[in-house]
């Protein structure tokens, strides 16, 4: 297992629960991954305000609720303290070796996987390789920032701080100054509401024009929207219905001096925001178009602005990074990733992927049913199409995903939820049928994460 973030803590206690052996490596010294301010494996891009956009329930496992004392969207440090009891309550320290880095990850020729990793910090440390039958990868997809590509012209010339939000902790930095946050997601839209209390002016910068969610909708959570009523419209009529009901209940983007955008609500993964909007009437944060060029103090905008600016925030997302694997062994490239059903390669045998799935709600509940699934797969229990079958099955999905999302790098791994557990049971039931007739697995090849003498 390689990490022990909320994806590999999902998957640990799945393995644990089924008596499957398995060592986890975490690069820093502590479980939590992202939701770990100031995380020592460098990973974390929590700021000190952040809360959860996204309820409580749609943060809880299957198996552990939050406490019912949380508020509906609980600061980091709450989700955090979730985690670590989480781990109490499974007994899942045991299994984690902290502050080991995985430096690598490559498949044998006779089968299985060789990993190496060292202690984290420690230059004089030795590389240390072990061999497993499967390997588990959940080493998060919200932590490698990703700058505008191509970059934009002028870049070089600004003389102003220029960070990613990665790297953004609090607004007093940005006290007095003209701020320009470019991107529209949550991060971006969270942030740039939290510069302008203090800032002198606060731009915010969209190629694109998207979709401002309130966090609560109808007195719900916006996220639960996906269980209500609305749900079981076909997909053609929930979009509208969307629309109609962001319109009644937060009015439309002119009303915010946003502009009106092309695609629907559901065809986007949704940004949540109740101060933005409220900034953005109070005229404290200033909408701008996508950044044209910039220069030593200032950014011009496709529409032919200019705007004085100090310093810069690239709200701009992250890439999708596997530094262990080597890229002609798998990578995401356009943040795709070739799995099946979201987790299996189809030409790599042994090797899983935790957590690479984006639902617009639901997080942490989809976890457990994902490493259970991996684990039937690790005891036998069920079988995998050929890999020619996975091959044309993540086409085919492709094609749905490219009629439905936007073709951008943000949604690549944007998944459907119903969609998904319906398909993620579908499998299970075919794999068990594929199990019952398949040759039994040979002699002494149980399956199971085990660790080999080191090499």
Known sequence: MIGAGPSGLAASKVLASRGIDFDCFEAGSGIGGLWRYGNDNGMSGVYAS????????????????????????????KVLAYLEDYATSFGLRRHIEFSAEVTSARPLEDGGWEVAHRRRGDANAQVESRRYTE???????????????????????????????????????????????????????????????????????????????????????????????????????????????????????????LPEPVRGPLTTHPSTSDELLVQ?????????????????????????????????????????SFPFLEPCVFAAPAGRTELYLRTVPPRLPGLYFMGLAQPAGEAFPLLEPQAEWIADLIEGAVALPSP????????????????????????????????????????????????????????????????????
């Open 50 to 77: 952040l809360h959860a956009n996204i309820s409580k329930e749609s943060m809880s496992f299957s198996s552990l609720a939050m406490p019912e004392t949380y508020p509906v969207f609980p600061h980091h440090s």
């Open 135 to 257: 390997v588990v990868v959940a080493n998060g997809h919200h932590w490698a920032p990703r700058l505008p590509e191509p970059a934009v012209p002028g870049s070089d010339d600004f003389e102003g701080p220029a960070v990613h939000s990665h790297d953004y902790r609090s607004p007093e930095p940005y006290t007095g100054r003209r701020v320009l946050v470019i991107g529209m997601g949550n991060s971006a839209c969270e942030i740039a509401a939290e510069i302008s209390r203090t800032a002198a002016r606060t731009f915010l910068s969209a190629r694109d024009a998207t979709h401002v969610f309130p966090k609560m909708l109808l007195g719900r959570p916006a996220d639960h929207l996906p269980r209500s009523p609305l749900s079981r419209l076909p997909r053609l009529l929930a979009g509208p219905a969307m629309a109609l009901l962001l319109r009644l209940t937060r009015g439309a983007p002119a009303q915010y001096g």
């Open 280 to 320: 953005l009437a109070r005229g404290a944060v200033t909408p701008k178009p996508g950044v044209s060029s910039f220069g030593r103090d200032t950014a011009t905008f496709t529409d032919g602005s200019r705007e004085p600016v100090d310093a810069l925030v690239y709200a701009t997302g992250y890439s999708l």
């Open 388 to 455: 020619a079958d996975m091959t044309k099955a993540i086409a085919r999905e492709w094609h749905r995903h490219d009629k439905t999302y936007a073709s951008t790098y943000r949604h690549g791994i944007e998944i459907d939820v119903r969609s998904y557990r319906k398909a993620l049971r579908r499998e299970l039931r075919a794999g068990r049928r594929r199990a019952r007739g398949a040759l039994p697995r040979l002699p002494g090849v149980s399956g199971r994460a085990r660790a080999a003498d080191a090499v």
